[in-house]
Every structure is written in C-alpha cells, then in structure tokens.
C-alpha cells in the first residue's frame, strides 16, 4: 500500500513538469515561414528549390505528389526535357486522379509551364480528376488559361502567383 500511495504522489507531483515540458511546442508552433522570393535568375537550381518549397507549403493533406518543372528555354537541350515532362504529365493525367493527388506545374518560364499543363489536360476527360488538385505556379496572365484546361476533368485548379 505504500509503494501504490507513493507512487501516486510521485505522479501527481510530476504533471506540472510535464505540462511546463508541453507550453515550449506551442511557441515553436508559432514560428512563421519567411516569405518566398522567386529567383531572380533562370538558373535551374535555384527554381528547383523555389518550387519544392512552395509545393511542401501548400502540400495540405496531399497523399501523392507530382513536381512538372522545366529548364531554361535557352538551354541546349529545352525541347528534349519538355517532351519527356510532357510525355510523362500526359500518362499521369490519362491514368485518372487518385483523391489526394497533388499536380504542381512550374518553372522559370511561366508560358512554358502553361503550354506544359495545358498540353498534359488536352486528353483528359470530363470528371476523371476529382479528389486531384492542380497547382500552377507562375505568372497571372498565364493562369486562366490553365484553369479553363483543368476544370473540365474535375480537378481542383489552385493558382500561387512566383513572385
């Protein structure tokens, strides 16, 4: 009966610690992502990071998760990298959505990138793509055109303007 009468003491005694223990996560929670700057370059690297760092910010509950990015269109071999992306968003988008799924679209070049997701939708038909959400990130002259492709297939189209 002691050691029991003890040990409830020794466990009531010890919450506050571990509550006090609890209040430091709360303010680390608190902490507020720096705000994002799109390269000012067209250097592939720089993009490559920009873009992962915006997808993993607005990643929300996605289960499955595909980057479509593109180098610079004045590189040596730009037309190559774009049909295989091509190729590779098209076979994507013929399977159908799978609710969760998370398609990113972009790069430094936001027409490119448009013509990309666009290109990728031209098949798609009507309602397949539910429960998919696509992200286009680029520049706002470029986005209705992208939503005007997407929405047919059911796909939550969501914009993030590079800036």
Do not use: H
């Amino acid at each position: 009966m002691k050691t029991t009468t003890r040990l409830l003491l020794l466990a009531c005694l010890s919450m506050p610690l571990l509550v006090a223990c609890n209040k430091g996560d709360d303010k680390a929670a608190a902490v507020v992502e720096a705000p994002l700057a799109a390269p000012t370059t067209n250097e592939g690297a720089a993009w490559d990071t920009y873009l992962t760092e915006v997808v993993k910010r607005n990643i929300e509950g996605a289960t499955n998760v595909y980057l479509y990015t593109l180098p610079d269109p004045a590189g040596a071999d730009f037309e190559g990298e774009y049909a295989r992306q091509l190729e590779k968003a098209q076979g994507d988008v013929a399977r159908g959505g799978v609710e969760g799924t998370l398609l990113a679209f972009g790069s430094q070049n936001s027409a490119k990138s448009a013509d990309l997701a666009i290109a990728s939708f031209a098949q798609a038909q009507p309602g397949t793509m539910k429960g998919v959400r696509l992200m286009f990130i680029g520049a706002s002259a470029d986005s209705e055109r992208v939503k005007a492709a997407v929405e047919p297939s059911g796909a939550k189209y969501e914009f993030i303007e590079a800036k």
